[in-house]
């Protein structure tokens, strides 16, 4: 028995060896920044993550980046390990928005700031304190770009879309989910007033994830065949599941005039490597850039003024100004608030630009 | 001789109470890797905190363990009781909220979800008892049918902005110590009355230990199965309970995985699956270790994907150990 206590001593001594490093680094001269990441598992965030880690290497910051891997519990008890090491300051992808209010209050406790990026802070998060950011997309955004593609698809092929009624099969986030919200606001109020008929032919959730998406469009491909025009995901995840189930069910007319070797346009958000190389391929037909850089950047950048200087109170982040004006879109929807809103834009993607981004 | 004697002893000691050296020797690792940072009573807190949601997992399922049981459905049966609890405490001006403009006492949120984790116990329980399913199957499909409840009820949307009365059940603390602390130590001390002090607990070691025997010595074995079952279903529904208010939200993904995690952490701490075997200290003493292994690496920030790799082999070794010793014993 005494073997059992024996292995795990050294497994666990073994981990130190992996991990002596990270704490070696953390010398206290150092300014020091804590992330905490919603999961490292998808292209986005561990996009953002990426260039956190560049940019902490860059000006010697000492980064504490954790991941919560879908869990709020998880990355609430990481909150709590970081302010006991002295972490202040905070770059955070919160799981969700309604336990960032809690965050920002146990931050504020700890006399320190934070920067939220991709998933929106909520008002009262931001009322915590002045040292409080959003340094994000406003996803409603996302859904205009996307509406603003597709009318410029089927004005180039009005005779794919008689009557400009489109028959859609939408792919939705985690409901519930504020991107999921704001983007089908955006999208689908945007295609209204361009004078379109949207006939949600299926609308369901596939969570974000790609193999979801594809059982989804398997089963809609099968009861819908034949009666939509369109495809549309809130993220590219999804959106590649969707080209996935359209090729392997046969709906290629081999014609890249269009755009698309499918049959109908899939069109995603988020511009990740793998949807660019698809769209390379003529596949995906286009997607918006979430700028990960551009958020990762703004949100580090004032983590980083807190830490240094004390306050980022209305200063320029990654060539950003603080919002002046309020949008429709929670957290800066709220006057009170605006001067901490730094809205990082959103970018179309499409055949014109897509190489750009490669 | 007297050396020889000391080591032999020591030896003993450290067989019997594997768990606890286990748990003190890593408490001991950690404060050196982190020069006593980690024994810091802020970092003990966090650790308690952290792990007291999955205590009242791993008292239940220890439970059912020692009747040589298993239960699967953990994970979403929480997830379910907590998007219950999380449903009856919503801010009735929250546009979204499930009951929305309605508000409910206190006492509503909380008995809904501790009834509807019973219920799921015992309709385990039935199925298992009477139904003659064993249980790894009968508890997977309840755990589908758990999440499947789960997203009709909440329609696949987060349960949020929960009243702060609700959430003080789980934030609040009394002086230093936290509430959910205190729901811990009250849990831990009604199972071990039970599982120690009652005829119940011995028919429950004596169903683990054999269930042939334990029916020709007059025990119900159908009934005591069923018991056990709705016990551990009604600690699920304190759990969801406790985690909504902590967390001040439930979605669907609240709790996903806390089965592996409380069937790890009750093995780890010495509870046998070949059943009969298995203590209250033994269970909490698991979760504290694996809270502890999570905690540290978390602390000395080591990467997630490291983490999981050494949590697989400890619990891997753990049982392995635990299986060695019972096939020798027998």
Known sequence: MKKLVAVLLVLALLGTAVFAQGSSEAKSDKVKIGALIRNLNEQFVKDYADN???????????????????????????????????????????????????????????????????????????????????????????????????????????????????????????????????????????????GYTVNLIARDTADWSPDKAQEKMDTWLAAHRGKFNIVVAQNDGMALGAVESLITNGLVDNDPSDGTILTFPVIGIDATADALNSMDQNKLYATVLQDSVGQSSTAFELAYAMATKGSATGMTAWGI??????????PANDPAVIAQCYLVPFKPVTKANYKDLM | MEMKKLLNDSKKLASQ?????????????????????????????????????????????????????????????????????????????????????????????????????GLFGLFNGYLIAYGKLPPFIATLGSMSIAKGLQLIYTKAAVVGSLNQNFKNISQGSVGPIPNLIIYVIIAAFIVWVVLRHTRQGTNFYAIGGNAQAARVSGINVERELMMVYTYAGILYGIAGTLLASRLGLAN?????????????????????QSGGVGSVSGMMVGVFTMGLINYGMSFLGVDSYYQQLVKGFIIIVAVYFDMKKYARRS
């Open chain 1, 321 to 330: 100004a603080p919002a002046s004006q309020v949008i429709s879109e929670e």
């Open chain 2, 252 to 272: 669907s993904l609240t709790a996903n995985g806390m089965e592996l995690d409380a069937i790890a952490a009750v093995t780890v701490g010495g509870v046998s």
């Open chain 2, 17 to 117: 109470y594997t768990t606890w050296v286990t748990f003190v020797g890593l408490l001991l690792l950690l404060s050196v890797l982190t020069k006593g940072n980690a024994l810091r009573w802020n970092s003990i807190r966090n650790l308690l905190i952290a792990e007291s949601v999955r205590s009242f997992a791993a008292l239940g399922v220890g439970m059912i363990i020692i009747t040589k049981g298993i239960d699967l459905s953990i994970g979403y049966v929480v997830c379910l009781t907590a998007s219950v609890a999380a449903s009856f405490a919503q801010n009735p001006d929250y546009a979204s909220a499930i009951y929305a403009g309605q508000s409910f006492p206190l006492i509503v949120p909380v008995v809904a979800a501790v009834a509807a984790g």
């Open chain 1, 52 to 194: 956190l880690r560049k940019l902490a290497a860059e000006k010697g910051v000492d980064l504490n980046l954790q991941d919560a891997q879908g869990d709020v519990a998880r990355q609430l008890d990481q909150l709590n390990t970081l302010i006991t090491q002295g972490y202040k300051y905070f770059v955070i992808i919160p799981q969700d928005t309604s336990a960032t209010e809690q965050m920002a209050q146990q931050i504020k406790a700890a006399g320190g700031g934070a920067a939220f990026s991709n998933i929106q802070p909520s008002v009262a998060a931001l009322k915590v304190g002045k040292d409080f950011y959003l340094a994000s997309s406003p996803e409603l955004v996302a859904g205009q770009y996307q509406a603003q593609i597709i009318d410029e698809y089927f004005a180039k092929n009005p005779e794919k879309a008689p009557g400009k009624v489109l028959n859609m099969l939408y792919l939705l986030g985690q409901l519930g989910h504020p991107a999921q919200i704001s983007r089908e606001a955006g999208l689908l109020d945007t295609l209204k007033s361009l």
